[in-house]
């Protein structure tokens, strides 16, 4: 199986801030990973697909980098709204796998 | 609008068996592979199971494989998933996800439904 490395586990970060997380797979995966935030007590919601591209009615502020091993996801400038956790998942083989999870909080 | 509602969740023994449930409105249900993603409580997502369009074709998880079978009727536009020797570690919260195109990609979720296994 492909194991899914996030960093950091906790990030803790102020309005306005750009942040980023980074994900990790065990073999490459090209471009077939996606990016996922979840808020408390809600059902994840897919923000990026392919490494790269966004999905539709996701803001411009998110994007995502990488391809083979080494993936980031970016917020540019951190909106309240935006304080959730965020996972990474690849899709390149089975099964599909997903990151620990980023814990985005409020600094 | 997609809609995806699980249901079926519930307490059971260790050892017993549960049907989950997801009815789907506002999509082709019969055009898209289909999915069972689970969350333990406090902790992180695990794929469980995708299912191909027509049904012939159906994929597990390591932790489920011989244990859990996932199914559709798609003249009902229902999901299901069938689990059996049900154990601890497979309480969890699950969701009906649809598959983006065959890529395993989850792009709707539904709220998920508990299932508890405690003696």
């Known amino acids: 199986d492909i194991q899914m490395t996030q960093s950091p586990s906790t990030l803790s970060a102020s309005v306005g801030d750009r942040v980023t997380i980074t994900c990790r797979a065990s073999q490459s995966i090209s471009n077939w990973l996606a990016w996922y935030q979840q808020k408390p007590g809600k059902v994840p919601k897919l923000l990026i697909y392919?490494?790269?591209s966004l999905e539709s009615g996701v803001p411009s502020r998110f994007s995502g980098s990488g391809s083979g091993t080494e993936f980031t996801f970016t917020i540019s400038s951190l909106q309240p709204e935006d304080f959730a956790t965020y996972y990474c998942q690849q899709s390149h083989s089975y099964p599909a796998t997903f990151g620990q999870g980023t814990r985005l909080e409020i600094k | 609008e997609v809609q995806l509602v699980e249901s079926g969740g519930g307490l059971v023994q260790p050892g017993g068996s549960l049907t989950l449930s997801c009815a789907a409105s506002?999509?082709?249900?019969?055009?898209?592979?289909m999915s069972w993603v689970r969350q333990a409580p406090g902790k992180g997502l695990e794929w469980v199971a995708n299912?191909?369009?027509?049904?012939?074709?159906?994929y597990y998880g390591d932790s489920v494989k011989g244990r859990f079978t996932i199914s559709r009727d798609n003249t009902k536009n229902s999901l299901y998933l069938q689990m059996n020797s049900l154990r601890a570690q497979d309480t969890a919260v699950y969701h009906c996800?649809?598959?983006?195109?065959?890529?395993?990609?989850?792009?709707?979720w539904g709220q998920g439904t508990l299932v508890t296994v405690s003696s």
């Open positions: 392919e490494a790269s």
């Open positions: 506002g999509l082709i249900f019969s055009s898209h592979w």
């Open positions: 299912i191909k369009p027509d049904g012939s074709d159906v």
């Open positions: 996800a649809r598959i983006r195109y065959s890529d395993s990609i989850f792009d709707y």
